[in-house]
């Protein structure tokens, strides 16, 4: 009787992460081996902050998850240490977060990832990482607007100092 009790828990298991591989904007697949438990720490901590999910999962059931999911591209990949980090708002934060972790941590390596439903390349990703967070694209677009603006304002008033002067 334990044993089919443990099969309907890794069944729900199995559902659950299908879920949150078909609903998450984006994710990233992580070898995390050599961390030790103060670098794990201040990883999660981090990763909190961005709004990204973090799990470590069986290696099976990661596999029948992303199957489940549409994901077959990940097979070969799921070996040794994973973890995986989900974002289901922000696409670039897990990938933005775990790439500057890794920078200072040279055992800790991204795998994979995925974004709005399908797999990426590792140079995908890493492009992924390197484009500015929503805070800072949205400033950056803020400050076009801005200066747009303010270049018609004094152009408009250069047009109405001329006219003031020939009248």
């Known amino acids: 009787m334990a044993s089919e009790k443990i099969l ?4 729900q298991m199995v559902a659950d992460l299908a879920e ?3 609903t998450a904007a984006a994710g990233v697949f992580v070898d995390y081996c ?5 670098e794990d720490t201040e990883l999660r901590n981090k990763l909190r902050e961005a709004g990204v999910e973090y799990t470590v999962v069986k290696n099976t059931i990661t596999k029948r998850a992303a199957h489940d999911a549409g994901f077959s591209d990940f097979d070969e990949i799921l070996n040794g240490p994973t973890a995986l980090a989900f974002s289901f708002d922000d696409v670039v934060a897990p990938a933005k977060t775990l790439a500057d972790f890794a920078k200072t941590h040279e055992v800790f390596t991204l795998k994979a990832g995925f974004m709005d439903g399908k797999a990426m390349t590792m140079e995908e990703l890493d492009t992924l990482a390197k484009t500015p967070s929503k805070e800072t694209l949205y400033a950056m677009l803020a400050g076009g607007l801005n200066a ?3 270049g018609l304002a004094r152009a408009l008033n250069a047009v109405a100092e001329q006219q003031g002067e020939t009248a």
């Open 8 to 11: 309907q828990q890794k069944q």
């Open 20 to 22: 949150k591989f078909r």
């Open 34 to 38: 050599g961390l030790t438990v103060a």
């Open 148 to 150: 747009t603006i303010a």
